[in-house]
C-alpha cells in the first residue's frame, strides 16, 4: 500500500515538473502577446489605457489571458492524493469507534441477512466462515468505496468552485475595472 503510494506521489511530482515547465513556456508566449497589444492600444486608442503603465497593462493581460484549468487539476489530483490516507484513516477509525458503539453490526450480522442466490442453494448464515468474511469485507469495501468517492467529489466542487468564482473577464473588461 505505501509502495503504490509513493509511486502515485512520484507521478505527482513528475506531473507538476511538467507543468512548471509548460507554464514558463506559456509565461514567454504571455509576454510576447502582451507586448502586442500594449502597442496596439498605444496606437490606436492611446485614450482608452489611460494612465495605465505598461507593467499593470501585462498583468492583467496574463491573468486574462492564462490558461487556469491545468493548474487547478493538478491542484486537485495533488489534495486528492495528500487526503487519501487521511480519508482512508477516518472511514477506518469510524468504522472501529460504530462498532464500539452499536451502531454499526457486526460481520456475523450482516452476513445473516444476505442470500446467496436461489433459495434452494445456500443461505449466508449457512456456509463457512471463509465465505462470510468474504461477504462482510464486500460490505466494508463497499463502505469505503463510497467514503472515498464522496471526499473526492467534495475536493472536485472546491476546486471548480474556486476556479468559476475567480475567472476573469474579457480584456477590455478587465481594463475599465482596473481604471476604476
Not at 113 to 121: A, C, P
Request: glycine share 10%; with cysteine.
Amino acid at each position: 500500500m505505501l509502495g503504490s503510494f509513493l509511486i502515485l506521489m512520484g507521478f505527482l511530482a513528475v506531473c507538476g515538473g511538467l507543468y512548471w515547465h509548460w507554464r514558463g513556456k506559456v509565461s514567454a508566449e504571455l509576454t510576447e502577446g502582451a507586448a502586442y497589444e500594449w502597442e496596439f492600444f498605444q496606437k490606436r486608442e492611446p485614450e482608452f489605457l489611460g494612465d495605465m503603465s505598461e507593467q499593470e497593462f501585462h498583468a492583467i493581460y496574463r491573468r486574462v489571458n492564462e490558461p487556469r484549468f491545468p493548474g487547478y487539476a493538478l491542484a486537485a489530483l495533488a489534495t486528492f492524493l495528500v487526503s487519501l490516507p487521511v480519508t482512508l484513516g477516518l472511514l477506518g477509525f469510524s468504522q472501529w469507534v460504530g462498532q464500539k458503539l452499536g451502531i454499526l453490526p457486526q460481520p456475523v450480522e450482516i452476513v445473516r441477512y444476505v442470500n446467496l442466490g436461489e433459495v434452494k442453494v445456500a443461505q449466508s448464515w449457512q456456509c463457512g466462515p471463509e465465505c462470510q468474511l468474504y461477504i462482510a469485507e464486500a460490505f466494508s469495501g463497499f463502505y469505503y468505496f463510497f467514503g472515498v468517492v464522496i471526499v473526492w467529489l467534495v475536493i472536485v466542487w472546491f476546486f471548480m468552485r474556486r476556479f468559476h468564482k475567480r475567472r476573469p473577464g474579457y480584456l477590455r473588461d478587465e481594463i475599465i475595472r482596473a481604471r476604476q
